[in-house]
């Protein structure tokens, strides 16, 4: 999946030409793709316990999953059906709204580092410090150049992640004009998905053309050596769940993290125990 | 399940008299538990989503789960495999450890409250405010004065909880010793285990009936109408999963959440949608 989804580094971006609903790599059908991501599920929960069982023996690698994608593209639905499949207790979920005043009092990348994975574990942004650099962008947020600083800001903060044993895994979840018009119009023909409507978000998508060229900058300049960008063809949910469990297991095979060897005499433990009274 | 597994308010407990592997209420027999606890899944995830989305339109209402029990008892089992079936994005969880000296700097329901769910939310305490008169009474690490003053001072805090919003269930994981014998012989018997396992472990065990007895004057004082305590028998894990299950099923039936209506015109949003271009 790696070398399939990865956005080349340094080379220029035509989102345009990559199709959303196209199927890279296996699995045939739908049916194929949801049983093999259910199947990664369980080889995905015995990495995540390896990687904590580390963690407690002073490793200190962990694994960062970036969601970015425009509304509707299924960054809470990856968290649902793909996260939902880890052990919750070792995953630390971020949401990134509309930053609070607080976090506008200081630098964007403040509130990143609040939310980071602690060794051992998997932390998911829902949304990330690309926002900086793509609603920010489009909205014209901030000064041209002070936005053209935060792409190499984001690559030297991304690079002090990964010196520090963070597995950075950034997914583009690619969706088409059409495929988010579907999935609006979806949203208004069921009264209990109301709430997730915003008439705002039909504001938003009459800027599609300026998010689109917003993510192929950033997909250009940061998609670098240590941290790529992975491009998701997003227009099929089951392909989208069956990629980005594909390539959380190649990440973390690739970590392979083991469990600790006993700093203690097993033995005698076991002797204790069996020596401890009751019935 | 809530009135099968309540500790009235008031009542001296005896744990001696609970059996830990006893199964009240129905499930005939572990497959069936497991499939019964599977299909309750799936009705939690809705109530979920519902609760998310009333908070969405200003519904503060939101549930907290507090886990405790003794060592083995399934407290991360719980978590995994009853937690696990909820979306985790909504999951706030946090399992408490020796407090850190920044803790021990403040009350002891400090560092509780920074740990809440938000509205909307299913908050999970893996340990809680309750080692404070658990840990902290076998151990004496306060004064006993201190320590017959937290009593009331849990019942008010989780008094203000649920004048909040907060549906506070607590649950002990009630397990026999000899149980504990067994899953502590597990860990020492699988390698990949070992990690888990502590020596200082068995000290611990050795103060087992100072913490039975901890555990029953906090279940006795601390069981109040508005958050009352759940004795859960957890030798079966299969029934803990069942019984824990059904209580967060029968809380959040019980709140009802409703997905808010549209507070915009849903004709106007769709016809906007359906002219905005593209082909």
Same mark, same amino acid.
């Given at each position: 999946? *790696?070398?399939?989804?990865?956005?080349?580094?340094?080379? $220029? %971006?035509?989102?345009?030409?990559?199709?959303? @609903?196209?199927?890279p790599g296996r699995p045939v059908d739908k049916a194929a793709g949801i049983l093999a991501t259910a199947q990664m599920g369980e080889r995905l929960t015995d990495l995540q316990e390896r990687l904590h069982a580390a963690s407690t023996a002073g490793d200190r690698?962990?694994?960062?999953?970036v969601l970015q994608g425009m509304d509707t593209s299924g960054k809470g639905g990856t968290v649902k059906h793909v996260i939902g499949q880890f052990n919750p207790l070792g995953c630390r979920i971020k949401a990134f709204k509309?930053?609070?005043?607080?976090?506008?009092?200081?630098p964007f990348l403040w509130r990143i580092s609040q939310a980071?994975?602690?060794?051992?574990?998997?932390?998911?942004?829902? *949304?990330?410090?690309?926002?900086?650099?793509?609603?920010? $962008? %489009?909205?014209?947020?901030?000064?041209?150049? @002070?936005l053209g600083r935060r792409y190499g800001r984001i690559n030297n903060f991304?690079?002090?992640?990964?010196?520090?044993?963070?597995?950075?895994?950034?997914?583009?979840?690619?969706?088409?004009?059409?495929?988010?018009?579907?999935?609006?119009?979806?949203?208004?023909?069921?009264?209990?998905?109301?709430?997730k409507f915003d008439p705002g978000d039909i504001d938003e998508r009459a800027l599609w053309p300026a998010y689109q060229e917003a993510y192929e900058i950033a997909l250009e300049r940061c998609s670098t050596a240590h941290a790529p960008w992975y491009l998701i063809p997003a227009d099929r949910k089951w392909y989208r769940d069956w990629a980005i469990s594909g390539l959380l297991l190649e990440h973390l095979d690739m970590l392979d993290p083991r469990y600790p060897k006993a700093d203690f005499d097993v033995g005698l433990a076991r002797k204790r125990l069996l020596s401890d009274g009751g019935s």
């Open positions: 999946m *790696r070398d399939l989804l990865r956005v080349p580094e340094g080379e $220029r %971006v035509n989102l345009a030409s990559y199709a959303a @609903d196209a199927t690698r962990r694994v960062l999953l509309t930053p609070t005043p607080e976090e506008l009092d200081h980071l994975p602690a060794p051992g574990e998997i932390g998911i942004f829902d *949304r990330s410090h690309y926002e900086d650099v793509l609603i920010a $962008r %489009v909205h014209e947020l901030v000064p041209p150049s @002070d991304e690079q002090s992640l990964t010196d520090d044993g963070v597995t950075v895994i950034k997914c583009f979840l690619h969706i088409s004009y059409e495929q988010q018009r579907r999935r609006l119009l979806r949203r208004l023909d069921a009264p209990d998905k109301h709430w």
